[in-house]
């Protein structure tokens, strides 16, 4: 049996006496797209940045791409990937300046890095544009370009934070057929989001209500388990639940 | 290396890209030394005397030119004209009720700005009295002094030292270099650093195996960069346009300025993990250092002149160490030798604000 990439217990992060994650146990598979959903203020954002080695848990542990989050922090940050709809690529550096930047921040050899950088322009069909600054992308393909960034060092799990929040559906749809592209090669995608229609595109979601998971399965299964017809149902009931204010 | 390289990369064309970023860094000491060192001087040149005889018996016509010979005066007579050749004619002492109408004509030349002070000259009795227009008793002081000094009859023999034409530029160079490197560097890095913070990009530098150290020296990088150039500038416009001497010790000037700009690039990156906006960045850089850099320095006010409590106050006032030390170095010529307690100051601060900031910005990671 595989080990699992994701695997947290009891995993608690406090700030002073509120307690941001409270005790949450998950293990995720390679090659899984593991959807991490929650309300604002749920600890969705919190419980990540521990994952990724920003953030030191108070208490549990937490193991990523099989290092210790709390004790080797820095190996972890080096086999992931990571990107944010808030933000992604550097607005007033041209496409190829960004590439590059992240090419070397992960240490990509010149050679290497000029190979895939050329490669990964090609499948996006940005070649002309690499000298158009990011700003001036469209933000449909500005959150591709990024993701394709994430993965330029080929990490073996990759952390998306909202990544399609404010693109429409049509570039939404495509840009979930780049998550299945990488997950069918091999990579572990963990993502966030707020749409449900999306959520269903998930192998397996988790739905964290006032910092603890109350629901982890797969799509089916939960919403046969709540009776919903929607991920949408699901979640809803579940998020009515919380005591904590999302604001 | 290479990550590192590809930040400085990175950091200096943000730099390029920002035209906002880049005037301030390139223009803002160019413009400064030559505003100051041409508009805003506190020395006076060209004050305007008017010269009043009593009579004709007087020797008006010769204290005249002396008086117009300083290159800081412009004489001419109250009323009438003075041709150039000790030939001075003066309208006014024909004047059968001169009392009255002197004192009156004195106090109209003053109130319209025709002139910034009268010398009155009394042949009879032998006496000479100056009247000047103190509204502004910078001025007129000026004024006093340079009148007496060109008469020379009575003034004491004032001799100069180290700057023997009293040029403000050697005052101000020093403390325009206090004030600009804390500009470049402390205010346009923390706002820099806090820029990433707002846009959230700071997250993905931190995601990134790069160590904060690395993120932090690269980010520095291009502002360290920058202030070297600007440096040279500076040095070169304080040189070859103003005249200021250097003194031979060009190169401890540059040692000092170094660890000057470094202890500026500390308090910038302290002050960009203590707040979240570009704003707030900004504010805090401006109240913590530009405002005690140009009150508390000495750059402009005299120090001795300040209330105690100010003057202690001044003593955590990097700049005012600094400024104290270039004068020192620069001006009057001394070695790094004699200005050891200046920098070993200056470097102590230098590493409490490094080690504070490196503090605050690994307890941000956490």
Redesign the interface.
């Given at each position: 049996m595989t080990e699992p990439i994701i695997e947290t217990r009891e995993l608690t992060k406090r700030f002073g006496s509120f307690t941001a994650v409270d005790r949450i146990t998950l293990s995720v598979m390679p090659g899984e797209i593991f959807g991490f959903l929650g309300a604002n203020g749920a600890g969705k954002t919190t419980a990540m940045r521990m994952l990724c080695g920003l953030s030191r848990p108070t208490a549990g542990t937490g193991r990523v791409a099989g290092y210790d989050i709390g004790r080797q922090p820095e190996a972890v940050k080096r086999r992931i990937g990571y990107m944010s709809q808030r933000f992604s690529l550097y607005d007033d550096l041209t496409v190829g300046e960004n590439v590059r930047l992240f090419g070397g921040i992960y240490g990509l050899g010149r050679h290497e890095l000029a190979r895939r950088g050329d490669e990964l322009l090609q499948r996006l069909d940005l070649t002309d544009r690499r000298r158009v600054r990011v700003g001036a992308l469209p933000l449909g393909l500005k959150q591709k370009l990024a993701f394709s960034v994430a993965l330029l060092h080929r990490p073996p799990l990759v952390f998306l934070d909202e990544p399609t929040g404010g693109v429409d559906p049509v570039t939404r749809r495509t840009f979930w057929e780049m998550i299945d592209a990488a997950a069918a090669d091999g990579t572990t995608v963990f993502v966030t989001t707020h749409y449900m229609d999306e959520a269903e595109y998930c192998h397996r979601v988790s739905i964290m209500v006032d910092g603890q998971i109350r629901a982890l399965d797969t799509p089916d299964r939960l919403k046969r388990q709540y009776g919903a017809a929607s991920m949408e149902e699901v979640f809803l009931g579940l998020a009515e639940t919380a005591k904590r204010s999302s604001e | 290396m290479?990550?590192y390289?590809?930040?400085v990369?990175?950091e200096a064309?943000?730099i390029l890209?920002?035209r906002r970023t880049l005037l301030v860094v390139v223009l803002l000491p160019i413009v400064q030394i030559l505003l100051f060192g041409f508009a805003i001087s506190t020395e006076i040149n060209d004050l305007r005397i008017r010269v009043a005889a009593t009579d004709r018996l007087t020797d008006a016509g010769r204290i005249a030119t002396r008086l117009d010979a300083s290159p800081y005066l412009r004489c001419e007579a109250l009323d009438g004209y003075y041709d150039g050749k000790n030939k001075y004619y003066d309208s006014f002492s024909y004047r059968s009720d001169r009392k009255n109408y002197r004192s009156d004509r004195i106090d109209q030349v003053l109130r319209r700005g025709e002139a910034d002070a009268v010398l009155v000259v009394d042949g009879r009795q032998g006496r000479m009295q100056l009247v000047v227009d103190a509204s502004n008793p910078n001025t007129a002081t000026m004024a006093a002094s340079y009148v007496g000094g060109a008469l020379g009859g009575g003034a004491p023999d004032v001799r100069m030292l180290y700057n023997p034409q009293m040029l403000s530029a050697y005052n101000f160079v020093p403390g325009l270099m206090g004030l600009i490197f804390v500009i470049i560097c402390a205010v346009l890095t923390s706002v820099a650093i806090v820029r990433e913070k707002e846009?959230?990009?700071l997250?993905?530098?931190?995601?990134?195996?790069?160590?904060p150290f690395v993120t932090v020296a690269a980010k520095m990088t291009p502002y360290f960069a920058v202030s070297c150039l600007n440096l040279a500038t500076i040095l070169a416009l304080a040189h070859y346009v103003l005249g200021v001497p250097l003194a031979g010790r060009a190169g401890a000037t540059v040692a000092l300025t170094l660890l000057y700009i470094v202890l500026a690039l500390a308090v910038g990156l302290l002050v960009s993990t203590l707040v979240r906006t570009q704003v707030a960045a900004m504010v805090l850089a401006l109240i913590a250092m530009m405002l005690p850099t140009i009150l508390l320095s000495g750059m402009i006010f005299p120090l001795e002149n300040a209330p105690a409590p100010l003057q202690w106050l001044s003593a955590v006032v990097p700049a005012r160490w600094y400024i104290g030390a270039v004068r020192k170095v620069m001006i009057e010529g001394l070695s790094l030798g004699d200005v050891t307690v200046e920098l070993a100051v200056l470097a102590g601060m230098t590493a409490l604000l490094l080690a504070a900031a490196l503090k605050n910005y690994n307890k941000r990671?956490?």
């Open positions: - | 290479n990550t390289l590809a930040f990369r990175k064309l943000h890209r920002d846009t959230g990009s997250d993905l530098l931190l995601v990134s195996p790069v160590s990671t956490d």
